[in-house]
């Protein structure tokens, strides 16, 4: 049996192979370059060409671009009227901002378990944690896979709540022959570098509810407005302007934002390359019976952002530290998405701990997240599947050796 690196032996890649990476090409830096010559470098045509671009592939009637993700869920939040001593249910398996965006709003995030299959935020986990204070579900699709929206949609109406999808790992993804962006009642989307499309850094907004879009639009700019269908006064003149809320200024630039046009253009190619890649893994991991993949009803359907293996560590006698470890030897640039969001010290300090969504416990104290981006070729990605198969034969041959 080959020695693994972390033991000594020759890593299966020559090279890092990272869990993310952008794609860049001369099209994009032209695009940024034009944007640097030209005469707006913020508020200009490249910002709004970019919300149309959004527009054009979500189906969405209404797009704010703003500076990046976190910044599109607060605003989403501030837009569905969310206050202190409200409540907003959210899944513990997502960066921090999914849960933050709620605090930002003097609120308290309620933190529901995920299905251990799709490993999205469970329904029926969502209906056991409702009170008479919650105000919103913010669903993340995770990895790209669209959360259960016909059941969030459902739990919504029933009870009066703002639907708001949490989509900074799913442009792309369909449901249903609609597009992330026009199914909940609000959408935001992230583009940092890692993402299917990258702005370097930003996010966007989306909604077909109008009243939404104007408070997304307002609340991301200072407020502030001039539109003369929002004005309390009389116009003064064409230098006037009012403020009407508390607002931020979000704005994503014009430089961003002429990438992200550029990348939009790509969407579609980056989308085909990705399910490529996740069906190959699929089909590779289906054989090691020590480690699950993320349940995906619709893979036809499904942009993947992430993709992570959970592995049966009781199996293979191993810690899932020690997988990650022997796999980054293997030069592998694996990661782990996420630390439930709850047993972060910041939320600790409020009151949460361990015992609070089992599903999400047990995920996380398994997980890896394997390298997934365009950049990645199909000999890469044998790599991949043989650096796991290497690591999972080792622990098969020294069973009994706990690390």
């Given at each position: 049996?080959?020695?693994?690196?972390?033991?000594?032996?020759?890593p299966?890649?020559s090279?890092?192979?990272?869990?993310?990476?952008?794609?860049?090409?001369e099209?994009d830096?032209?695009?940024?370059?034009?944007?640097?010559?030209?005469?707006?470098?913020?508020?200009?045509?490249?910002?709004?060409?970019?919300?149309?671009?959004?527009k054009?592939?979500?189906?969405?009637?209404f797009?704010t671009?703003?500076?990046?993700?976190?910044?599109?869920l607060?605003?989403?939040?501030?837009?569905?009227?969310?206050?202190?001593?409200?409540?907003?249910?959210?899944?513990?398996?997502?960066?921090?901002?999914?849960?933050?965006?709620?605090?930002?709003?003097?609120?308290?995030p309620?933190f529901?378990?995920?299905?251990?299959?799709?490993?999205?935020?469970?329904?029926?986990?969502?209906?056991?944690?409702?009170?008479?204070?919650?105000?919103?579900?913010?669903?993340v699709?995770?990895?790209?896979?669209?959360?259960?929206s016909?059941?969030?949609?459902?739990?919504?109406?029933?009870?009066?709540l703002?639907?708001?999808?949490?989509?900074?790992?799913?442009?792309g993804?369909?449901?249903?022959?609609?597009?992330?962006?026009?199914?909940?009642?609000?959408?935001?989307?992230?583009?940092?570098?890692?993402?299917?499309?990258?702005?370097?850094?930003?996010?966007?907004?989306?909604?077909?509810?109008?009243?939404?879009?104007?408070?997304?639009?307002?609340?991301?700019?200072?407020?502030?407005?001039r539109?003369?269908?929002?004005?309390?006064?009389?116009?003064?003149?064409g230098?006037?302007?009012?403020?009407?809320?508390?607002?931020?200024?979000?704005?994503?630039?014009?430089?961003?934002a002429?990438?992200?046009?550029?990348?939009?253009?790509?969407?579609?190619?980056?989308?085909?390359?990705?399910?490529?890649?996740v069906?190959?893994?699929?089909?590779?991991?289906?054989?090691?019976?020590?480690?699950?993949?993320?349940?995906?009803?619709?893979?036809?359907?499904?942009?993947?952002?992430?993709?992570?293996?959970?592995?049966?560590?009781?199996?293979?006698?191993?810690?899932?530290?020690?997988?990650?470890?022997?796999?980054?030897?293997?030069?592998?640039?694996?990661?782990?998405?996420?630390?439930?969001?709850?047993l972060?010290?910041?939320?600790?300090?409020l009151?949460h701990?361990?015992?609070?969504?089992?599903?999400?416990?047990?995920?996380?104290?398994?997980?890896?997240?394997?390298?997934?981006?365009?950049g990645?070729?199909?000999?890469?990605a044998?790599?991949?599947?043989?650096?796991?198969?290497?690591?999972?034969?080792?622990?098969?041959?020294?069973?009994?050796?706990?690390?």
């Open positions: 049996m080959e020695e693994l690196a972390i033991n000594g032996g020759t299966t890649s090279r890092v192979l990272g869990y993310g990476h952008q794609d860049i090409n099209d830096i032209k695009a940024v370059v034009d944007c640097l010559r030209g005469d707006y470098l913020t508020c200009g045509p490249a910002t709004e060409a970019f919300e149309e671009s959004i054009a592939a979500t189906g969405a009637k797009v671009a703003v500076a990046n993700g976190t910044a599109a607060h605003v989403a939040c501030l837009a569905a009227g969310i206050k202190p001593g409200d409540e907003v249910i959210v899944s513990p398996i997502t960066f921090a901002a999914s849960a933050n965006c709620v605090r930002y709003c003097g609120a308290t309620v529901a378990d995920i299905d251990p299959g799709t490993w999205n935020i469970d329904p029926t986990s969502i209906r056991e944690k409702l009170t008479d204070k919650t105000r919103a579900i913010v669903a699709d995770f990895g790209g896979v669209h959360v259960d016909d059941e969030i949609r459902k739990i919504c109406d029933e009870n009066g703002t639907f708001i999808e949490d989509a900074a790992h799913s442009i993804t369909r449901h249903d022959g609609r597009a992330v962006g026009s199914i909940a009642d609000i959408t935001t989307f992230s583009f940092h570098p890692v993402k299917t499309i990258t702005t370097g850094e930003g996010g966007a907004v989306a909604t077909n509810d109008s009243e939404l879009g104007k408070m997304v639009e307002l609340y991301a700019k200072h407020g502030i407005t539109d003369h269908g929002f004005m309390r006064e009389k116009d003064q003149g230098w006037y302007y009012e403020q009407l809320v508390l607002g931020y200024n979000y704005r994503i630039s014009d430089i961003e002429s990438l992200g046009v550029s990348q939009m253009e790509r969407l579609g190619q980056f989308g085909t390359r990705r399910k490529e890649l069906a190959f893994y699929n089909e590779r991991f289906s054989e090691i019976p020590e480690v699950q993949f993320q349940i995906d009803a619709t893979p036809e359907d499904t942009v993947r952002h992430l993709y992570c293996l959970k592995f049966d560590t009781d199996a293979l006698g191993v810690t899932r530290r020690w997988i990650f470890d022997a796999l980054r030897a293997e030069n592998l640039g694996v990661n782990v998405h996420y630390l439930p969001v709850y972060l010290p910041y939320y600790k300090d009151g701990g361990r015992g609070e969504c089992p599903n999400a416990e047990d995920y996380y104290d398994r997980c890896v997240t394997l390298p997934l981006h365009c990645l070729t199909d000999d890469d044998q790599l991949v599947v043989d650096a796991v198969t290497k690591v999972v034969e080792w622990c098969r041959a020294n069973k009994g050796t706990r690390r």
